[in-house]
């Protein structure tokens, strides 16, 4: 299973793809990713079987691309989002907003 970066089209495996995840917004469930070739910055959603991809719109999150991955799993946590597909796992921290 490789997994395309939407703006260059790079393909990953699923290790080099989540270790690429740097924040997880528990508020709008979203995930940052940062593609290791070309630099492009994603926001998406991990869903269970699938990836979307898209921006956030007046509060919410319009998915505008969804890319399948048979089996993959979430765990929303306190501070963190866990994924899972087949025997692996990553951890998404969130990070702590500082008060304005």
Same mark, same amino acid.
């Given at each position: &299973? @490789?997994? !395309?970066? @939407?703006?260059?089209?790079?393909? %990953?495996?699923?290790? *080099? %793809? %989540?270790?690429? +995840?740097? =924040?997880?917004?528990?508020? &709008?469930? @979203?995930?940052? #990713?940062?593609?290791? +070739? +070309?630099?492009?910055?994603? =926001?998406?959603?991990?869903? !269970?079987? *699938?990836?979307?991809?898209?921006? !956030?719109?007046?509060?919410? %999150? =319009?998915?505008?691309?969804?890319?399948?991955?048979?089996?993959?799993?979430? /765990?929303?946590?306190?501070?963190?989002?866990?994924?899972? $597909?087949?025997?692996?796992? #990553?951890?998404? !921290?969130?990070? $702590?907003? /500082?008060?304005?």
């Amino acid at each position: &299973m @490789l997994i !395309p970066c @939407l703006a260059c089209d790079s393909k %990953f495996r699923p290790d *080099e %793809f %989540f270790e690429a +995840c740097s =924040d997880y917004n528990r508020g &709008m469930d @979203l995930v940052s #990713w940062t593609c290791p +070739c +070309c630099g492009n910055r994603d =926001d998406l959603r991990v869903l !269970p079987g *699938e990836l979307g991809f898209g921006y !956030p719109s007046r509060g919410r %999150f =319009d998915v505008l691309d969804r890319v399948r991955v048979p089996g993959l799993r979430r /765990q929303r946590g306190e501070l963190r989002l866990d994924i899972s $597909l087949d025997r692996s796992s #990553w951890h998404v !921290p969130s990070r $702590l907003r /500082q008060p304005v």
